[in-house]
């Protein structure tokens, strides 16, 4: 085993974990997650882990570019298939994991642009500085404090519960 392959080992042994974790919170399908992982690791191994200063911000943002990249391609062919009339099915909630706190979150987080989630991902569940959500997401901090900020309202109204919303509605002002 050459000296690359052993520290290409060692990192897979240390990150995929944690990488395949964040690619399921950005994808949301432990299949597409363990298909982007793949990728990631794949183009890793060509390029090498060896000469890198930070291989797991390296490989961080390369999944949030490849999932972008994957989108369009997504999206592409979902409006190619809207046109022709055959448009895809959406699934319903996972039984086996059904919650409706947890269903809300996954809707909150959807109707934020890939950018903003990458950013509140790895702010929140990643508990990433500013800095180091700026070098993943190519951008500077000012940028990410800005995705966040903008991302936050947008959860809070997705967030927000019917209850809470009718009882403000109804009541005197």
């Known amino acids: 085993m050459s000296a690359e392959q052993a520290a290409l080992g060692r990192f897979v042994d240390e990150q995929g974990a ?44 390369a999944l949030v570019n490849e999932h972008r990249s994957q989108g369009r391609t997504t999206g592409a062919r979902v409006r190619a298939l809207a046109r022709l009339g055959a448009g895809p099915h959406a699934p319903g909630p996972d039984p086996a994991h059904a919650s409706g706190e947890r269903d809300a979150i996954w809707r909150a987080l959807a109707a934020l642009s890939d950018r903003q989630r990458a950013a509140v991902v790895l702010r929140y569940y990643e ?6 959500i700026g070098e993943v997401l190519g951008c500077r901090p000012a940028t990410v404090r800005s995705l966040v900020a903008r991302a936050m309202p947008v959860l809070r109204e997705a967030l927000r519960s019917p209850t809470s919303e009718r009882t403000s509605r109804d009541r005197p002002r």
């Not at 508990?127 to 180091?132: A, I, K, N, T, V």
């Open 127 to 132: 508990d990433l500085p500013d800095e180091r």
């Open 18 to 61: 944690a990488l395949q974790r964040f690619a399921w919170l950005l994808t949301r399908d432990p299949e597409r997650a363990a298909d982007l992982t793949q990728t990631v690791l794949l183009r890793l191994a060509r390029r090498g882990v060896a000469d890198l200063a930070d291989p797991a911000t390296y490989a961080r943002r």
